[in-house]
């Protein structure tokens, strides 16, 4: 299973980034792809997730209306497109491999799944 993110760098506050997980080594449409990020003394955050096989997401507040989860399930890839970025969203992202999409997933930063990528830096200047 190998999980590999891309797409992080340095942003202004307001502008956007796209970042991309690509997956291999498992069945893509049986697993939940979802992503949290973490900054230097801060606990992980999850901040979305999206189900593979029926297209269901979810999103932290403090994303909601600003981050959309997508999928390409034939090229095994989940994006996550941030818009709006601001300062605080300065962190390194992590994508991960669940087996659930849900609040309390979320809230548990997926700390329980069982694969995760080596993250990508997202640094937003004010």
């Known amino acids: 299973v190998q999980l590999v993110e891309s797409g992080g760098g340095l942003v202004q506050a307001g502008g956007s980034l796209r970042l991309s997980c690509a997956a291999s080594?498992?069945?893509?449409?049986?697993?939940?792809i979802g992503w949290f990020r973490q900054a230097p003394g801060k606990e992980r955050e999850g901040i979305s997730c999206?189900?593979?096989?029926?297209?269901?997401?979810n999103y932290a507040d403090s994303v909601k209306g600003r981050f959309t989860i997508s999928s390409d399930n034939a090229k095994n890839t989940v994006y996550l497109q941030m818009n709006s970025l601001k300062p605080e969203d300065t962190a390194t992202y992590y994508c991960a491999r669940d087996r659930f999409c849900s609040l309390a997933r979320m809230l548990g930063g997926f700390d329980r799944s069982d694969y995760w990528g080596q993250g990508t830096q997202v640094t937003v200047s004010s």
């Open positions: 080594g498992f069945t893509f449409d049986d697993y939940v």
């Open positions: 999206i189900d593979n096989s029926d297209g269901n997401t």
